[in-house]
């Protein structure tokens, strides 16, 4: 995340509640799907 002009870094969520956890979760699974279809597509170019 850019920082604000003032210097100061901006608000992050805490990383110990449960949301968090659940969001960083659906974030990795999406990242994922994301790299596995990168791969599936290289190889049906080959």
Avoid: C, F, Q, Y
């Amino acid at each position: 995340m850019a920082k604000r002009e003032t210097g100061l870094s901006p608000h992050t969520k805490s990383p110990r509640s449960h949301k968090t956890a659940k969001r960083l979760v659906i974030k990795n699974t999406m990242l994922a799907n994301k790299i596995d279809k990168k791969k599936s597509v290289a190889k049906r170019a080959k």
